[in-house]
């Protein structure tokens, strides 16, 4: 079992429309969860991230985090062309020695105009 | 606003050639990380530095793959030699704590191809 499983998609929503991201996690122990948005050949780029169980909004943008069920989404409102992009989840502990971010394989948005 | 910084951008060398990347990190960011995503991937990591020190670098392959921070500030990543599988792109990333949980950020990445 991967540590971060998302859907590779391509996930295909109509322009104005809402998109939602899902990704899980094995790991009951990690304690950070990120958004990063990556377009082809270029770097991830951080666009969330949320520590604790609710919901985080920030612009068109909102991170849904529930430790029980080890899940974590990302919605995208009135989404535009310009969103098209793959979606990374990351998670990370900060209670052991390794700390660094373990990426899921992304998904894939597509955004029709 | 403030960049990791990363050359070569895109390096072509043949199999069984070295080939190195370079990255300079945020100003004051102890931590730095080297990752490599397989197209289609996410990406993995390869080796976490915390100032000069390796903090992890379990899953990096040691029989070919060496990285370096000597005056933890910048970092090299060697490969060699170079295999047909090791065509990926290479990022760098650094964070200003970690113990935090902060978020990092990415260079612009090495796009390396092996033939």
């Known amino acids: 079992q991967k540590e971060v499983e998302q859907n590779s998609g391509p996930l295909s929503v109509p322009e104005g429309a809402i998109a939602s991201l899902n990704c899980t996690y094995s790991?009951?122990?990690?304690?950070?969860f990120f958004w990063y948005r990556q377009y082809s050949g270029k770097s991830p780029e951080l666009i969330m991230s949320?520590?604790?169980?609710g919901d985080k909004e920030d612009g068109r943008f909102t991170a849904q985090l529930n430790k029980a069920s080890q899940y974590v989404s990302l919605l995208i409102r009135d989404s535009q062309p310009s969103d098209s992009a793959t979606y990374l989840c990351?998670?990370?502990?900060?209670?052991?020695?390794?700390?660094?971010?373990?990426f899921g394989s992304g998904t894939r948005l597509q955004v029709q105009p | 606003e403030a960049e990791v910084a990363q050359s070569p951008r895109y390096k072509i060398t043949e199999k069984s050639q070295a080939v190195a990347f370079w990255c300079d990190p945020i100003?004051?960011?102890?931590?730095l990380y080297w990752y490599r995503q397989i197209l289609g991937q996410g990406p993995e990591l390869l080796v976490q530095?915390?100032?000069?020190?390796?903090?992890?670098d379990s899953q990096l392959p040691k029989d070919r793959f060496s990285a370096e921070r000597l005056k933890g500030v910048d970092s090299t990543l060697k490969i060699q030699p170079a295999e047909l599988g090791d065509s990926a792109m290479y990022l760098c990333?650094?964070?200003?704590?970690?113990?935090?949980?902060?978020?990092?950020?990415f260079g612009s990445g090495t796009r390396l191809t092996v033939v």
């Open positions: 990333a650094s964070s200003s704590n970690p113990g935090q949980g902060y978020g990092y950020t």
């Open positions: 790991d009951r122990g990690s304690q950070s």
């Open positions: 949320i520590y604790s169980n």
């Open positions: 990351a998670v990370n502990r900060m209670d052991t020695g390794r700390r660094a971010l373990t």
């Open positions: 100003s004051g960011h102890a931590t």
């Open positions: 530095f915390q100032d000069e020190s390796v903090v992890d």
